[in-house]
């Protein structure tokens, strides 16, 4: 079975600061990893994605991940936040096709507010 | 927009009825996927279906149902509804069945119970 945490429910930061989004996962077998965004009242929008290759991804409104198999991480960095950025983040990954078929599992998530 | 389309955007009902949430998926996806958000459950997927057939099923309670049709649109039946199904609706969509396929979210429907 696959989980993902995400340590930090909610993330409060000042515009044009640095920020991190934690993100830990369990799984029995090789995993895809996946960072979504939901701005209020919207439904998610896919951020990034590690599925092979270089452990380093990012986004092209300036979000990167870092895929670690040896801790099991996938924490998600923006060096320097806009206001538009608050909306609430989620971690999921998938990788059980045998039992699982292609599903998403999630992490609780963490809503990031940006203050002036 | 993600090319996904989910019917109806708001939807009142009361305890004990039956409602149908539909979807329609990106053009050429051939995989649809349901999930719930609630405030205490979180994300939870419900079920995925692939070009008409059911490819993999998560915590779906028995008094729900679902099924994809011909044209690659779905439908998600919810049944004796209770207090405690009220929750955001998210349809998904994706090219492939299996492996690492990109999944696009719908808007999601909101399903109040009273």
């Known amino acids: 079975a696959q989980s993902v945490t995400q340590l930090d429910s909610q993330v409060p930061v000042f515009e044009e600061a640095p920020v991190e989004l934690r993100c830990n996962y369990s799984?029995?077998?090789?995993?895809?990893l996946f960072w979504y965004v939901q701005y209020p009242n919207q439904g998610l929008q896919l951020l990034l994605k590690?599925?092979?290759?270089?452990?380093l991804v990012e986004s092209i409104n300036g979000f990167e991940a870092e895929f670690n198999k040896s801790q099991t991480s996938f924490h998600l960095r923006k060096p320097s936040v806009h206001i538009s950025d608050t909306a609430e983040y989620f971690c999921?990954?998938?990788?059980?096709?045998?039992?699982?078929?292609?599903?998403?599992?999630f992490g609780g998530g963490t809503r990031v507010l940006v203050k002036p | 927009d993600s090319g996904v389309t989910q019917t109806p955007k708001h939807l009142i009902t009361a305890t004990g009825q039956r409602v149908t949430l539909r979807c329609s998926p990106r053009?050429?996806?051939?995989?649809v996927y349901w999930y719930q958000q609630s405030l205490d459950q979180g994300l939870q997927f419900l079920i995925q279906?692939?070009?008409?057939?059911?490819?993999a099923k998560g915590n779906i309670l028995e008094r729900f149902s679902a099924q994809q049709f011909p044209d690659l649109h779905s439908e998600l039946n919810l049944s004796s509804l209770e207090l405690g199904d009220s929750a955001l609706y998210f349809c998904?969509?994706?090219?492939?069945?299996?492996?690492?396929?990109?999944?696009?979210f719908g808007p999601g429907t909101r399903l109040t119970v009273l």
């Open positions: 998904a969509s994706s090219s492939g069945g299996t492996g690492p396929n990109e999944q696009f």
């Open positions: 799984s029995s077998v090789s995993v895809y």
């Open positions: 590690y599925l092979s290759g270089s452990t």
């Open positions: 999921a990954v998938s990788g059980d096709w045998k039992a699982a078929g292609n599903k998403l599992t």
């Open positions: 053009s050429g996806d051939l995989s």
């Open positions: 279906y692939y070009n008409g057939e059911e490819r």
